[in-house]
């Protein structure tokens, strides 16, 4: 039990979105549109992708965004048995495998994890924890009909609501493109919060 605490305490897991006004991560297509997807933006969150020790996402996530840099790949996914070895990516069925069970085989000395969505996977994570959320907002796109970030936002609460809730508190806003405009906040976790 000490051991498995030690080990949960060794790993950082880093959510990384970029929202519409509303809170979207796609449109009613289920792609993500054009006037989400920012160059300072996509450049930030490759430097944060290529910082993590492994990368978790979504089967349609994997699907529609070959893994051309060779990153250490975790789908998740309801058809995986636990965790599935596979040609293309390690395979993880979340009701098969609890996260701590999963993280000692994938991170035995702990590390960071990446976890770039969606919906179900940000989900999935709130759940489990993250040390640190990095919120990209283009404060000028409204999608209207689509995939919010959390499960919680089509109930109407905001995403920075779903994320306080967790105990994450907000860092200062960063501009990331003036011209966009995209903005960027990390929310972390409070050291002091029990
Ligand atoms: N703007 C952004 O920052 C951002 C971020 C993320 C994604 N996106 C965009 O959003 C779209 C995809 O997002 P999405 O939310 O629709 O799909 P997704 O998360 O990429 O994939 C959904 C699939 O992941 C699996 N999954 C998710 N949560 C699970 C859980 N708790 N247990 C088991 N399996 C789980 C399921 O696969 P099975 O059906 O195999 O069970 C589910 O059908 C893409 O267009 C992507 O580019 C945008």
Known sequence: MAARLFHELMIAIHGYAIVSVDDMIADASGVTPRALMNDADWAYFQAGLDAADIVVLGRLGHEANPNVRGRRRVVVSSSAGGLDAKDDAVWWNPARMPW??????????????????????????????????????????HVGAGRRLFSACDGGQAAEAVLGARGLVAGPEILLDPVAPVTLRIWERDQGAA
């Open 100 to 141: 701590a069970q999963a993280a000692e085989r994938l991170l035995p000395s702990g590390g960071r994890v990446a976890v770039p969505g969606g919906q179900g996977v940000f989900d999935l994570f709130l759940e489990i924890g993250y040390a640190a959320f990095h919120l990209s907002r283009a404060p000028g796109v």
